[in-house]
Nanobody, 115 residues
Framework: QVQLVESGGGLVPPGGSLRLSCAASGSTFSILNIAWYRQAPGKQRELVAAIERSGTTHYRDSVKGRFTVSRDNPKNAVYLQMNSLKPEDTAVYYC?????????WGQGTQVTVSS
């Protein structure tokens, strides 16, 4: 079992920055691949970024060069640094992982980019 808790969301103007955190319970954290998803109102949930247990990272095209995903295994945490935010980045952001065939999700954190 893994519990995921996101934090760090908020309201920022276009061009601003936020750092989201995902805190995970459990001693198996270092072997987990962790992903960040987002869901905007009326839209499907979409994959934003992911970090493998090796540290290899992946990004959707629309956030490449603006977002950075990182992990701190001793702290059981994954971070999403978001720079040059745009109104279209507005969404609830979730962290996610899988163990065997079971998916785990956090409760989400709201990011709103607006002037």
């Amino acid at each position: 079992q893994v519990q995921l808790v996101e934090s760090g969301g908020g309201l920022v103007p276009p061009g601003g920055s936020l750092r989201l955190s995902c805190a995970a319970s459990g001693s198996t954290f270092s072997i987990l691949n962790i992903a960040w998803y987002r869901q905007a109102p009326g839209k499907q949930r979409e994959l934003v970024a992911a970090i493998e247990r090796s540290g290899t990272t992946h990004y959707r095209d629309s956030v490449k060069g603006r977002f950075t995903v990182s992990r701190d295994n001793p702290k059981n945490a994954v971070y999403l640094q978001m720079n040059s935010l745009k109104p279209e980045d507005t969404a609830v952001y979730y962290c996610n992982t899988n163990i065997m065939t079971t998916e785990f999700w956090g409760q989400g954190t709201q990011v709103t980019v607006s002037s």
